[in-house]
């Protein structure tokens, strides 16, 4: 590759969960250190990065296209831009992507980006750069600092999985799990709330595996943390994602009858109402052993709502199979879900497992279980109107005078009174749809 000038804008964009969108903001963070500004909207990027996820198919396919398109529109604006690919799909298939990909300057996986600014330098000089390592703890010390961001902010206190789920990528694009120390995750909170966070979603893989020494050495999980995030002056709510049923403990439970900042949510993925398919998968739960923590985190937090992930079409799975997959659905009534068709990942077990399902059965199951979580958010909405509740305001709405949020519930909002970006307004529900409710302001609460 020719040398090329140093890289004075940038773009990151950011595929998949949540992580991968705050590992894009930490990217930024690092670049902005370097003196490289955000490019102004409509602008071709000096450098892009593109934060890929590789947890369902055609991701790899996506990541070539959109480096095609960047050369591509590069050419039109009569420059070349710096590629970087970062993320999951950056882990499992680095080697792949520099092959096949002679535009491509930079290969950095979710676990090395702190070493960015370093490969960006050798980028510059000419000598394309990969980076796949896997020290997980030196990349957090590694980072600037947080910058403001939205009222609410995303804090990742656990990283990698364990678990194996046959169908799986994220063991290996993510490695094994580990904790951020507690005093670190502290400091992170009290910064992003010093820069106006309202409210904090403490993100892992599996969020609820988060365990540490706190400030008096003793041994915690994820609810110490909690409590201890619950003493912010000026942090509002606390939120954590995505847990793991076989990670649960009493003490997080307990959390949601003590802690009046963490939000009455729960994101549980159960993935199928079916214990042959559960067991298949790896899950280390049964659809009982499921629903028995959902009961107890009901009877701890009775307004709690529940979420949960499902995959639909898991090798062999038969028709009465997924049929326990809907009863389980009617079981817990979902507020929220997230459904997909098994997608084969290369190198996970069920990949070469016998049965795999034809494309017309996952795309009918997909449909007939989407027509029931729907039913379910519905109604859980419905259920909603006449309570009082705050609604975090992050947007303005489609019409003047309209401000969207979020209630506690984690349900999209809106309303019409004065307010600004980051007010938590109490509001009464006044109606409800599928995917939003109104409100109605009584009164603006001090920010
Ligand atoms: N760690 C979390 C989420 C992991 S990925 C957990 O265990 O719950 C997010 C969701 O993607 C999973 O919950 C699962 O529903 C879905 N998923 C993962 N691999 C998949 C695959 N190969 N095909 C289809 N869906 C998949
Ligand atoms: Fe994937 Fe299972 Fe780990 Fe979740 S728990 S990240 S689904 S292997
Ligand atoms: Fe995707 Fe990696 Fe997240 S595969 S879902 S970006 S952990």
Redesign the pocket.
């Known amino acids: 590759m020719k040398p090329s000038a140093p890289p004075k804008t940038y773009r990151v964009k950011s595929f998949g ?1 949540q992580m991968n969108v705050y590992d894009g903001e930490r990217m930024a963070e690092l670049l902005g250190t370097r003196g490289i500004a955000p490019a102004p909207e409509g602008e071709e990027a000096d450098l892009v990065i593109l934060n890929t996820c590789h ?2 198919e055609k991701a790899a396919e996506k990541v070539y296209s959109d480096i095609g398109r960047l050369v591509l529109a590069g050419k039109e604006a009569g420059k070349k831009p710096l590629i970087a690919v970062a993320g999951c799909v950056a882990q499992a298939e680095g080697e792949e992507i520099m092959a096949r990909a002679p535009a491509v300057s930079i290969v950095v996986g979710p676990q090395a980006y702190h070493r960015l600014p370093e490969m960006l330098d050798k980028a510059v000089s000419g000598k394309r750069a990969t980076d796949t390592d896997m020290p997980a703890i030196a990349k957090f010390d590694a980072l600037p600092a947080r910058r403001k961001r939205g009222p609410s902010a995303f804090l990742t206190v656990q990283e990698g ?1 364990d ?1 194996f ?1 046959t ?4 063991p290996y694009t993510r490695g094994a799990e580990i904790s951020r120390p507690f005093s670190h995750l502290i400091a992170e909170a009290r910064k992003l709330v010093e820069d106006g966070a309202k409210e904090i979603m403490l993100l892992g ?2 969020v609820n595996a988060w365990a540490g020494e706190d400030d008096k050495g003793r041994r915690t999980g994820l609810a110490g943390l909690i409590h201890a995030l619950a003493k912010i002056d000026g942090l509002a709510r606390i939120r954590y994602t ?3 049923p076989g990670d649960m403990d009493d003490a997080l439970i307990a959390a949601h009858g003590e802690v009046d900042k963490l939000m009455p949510y729960l994101h549980l ?1 159960v ?1 199928s109402g079916n214990d042959r398919v559960l067991k298949a998968m790896n899950r280390q739960h049964t659809a009982e052993s499921y629903l028995r923590i959902i009961e107890r985190f009901r009877a701890a937090r009775p307004d709690i709502a529940i979420a949960g ?3 639909v079409g898991f090798p062999g799975e038969t028709e009465a199979e997924f049929a326990d997959t809907l009863s389980i659905v009617d079981e817990v009534r979902y507020a929220a879900c ?8 290369p190198g ?1 077990p ?1 990949a070469t497992m016998d049965g795999q399902i034809a494309p017309e059965v996952m795309i009918d199951r997909l449909q007939r279980l989407q027509d029931r979580l729907a039913a379910h958010q519905y109604a859980f909405n419905q259920a909603s109107i006449g309570k009082t509740c705050t609604v975090l305001v992050e947007r303005t709405g489609r019409d003047p005078g309209q401000w969207l949020g979020k209630s506690p519930w984690l349900q999209s909002v809106w309303f019409e009174a004065p307010a600004a970006i980051g007010d938590l307004v109490e509001v009464t529900l006044a109606a409800a749809g599928p995917n939003s409710l109104k409100g109605l302001v009584r009164e603006t609460l001090p920010a």
Do not use: L
Not at 167 to 170: A, I, N, R, W
Not at 338 to 345: A, D, H, I, L, V
């Open positions: 969960c947890i369902r999985c678990k789920c169908y799986c990528v994220v893989q599996n995505t847990s793991h993925p993935q992930d499902f995959i997230f459904s997909f068709k098994y997608s084969p990942r996970t069920a």
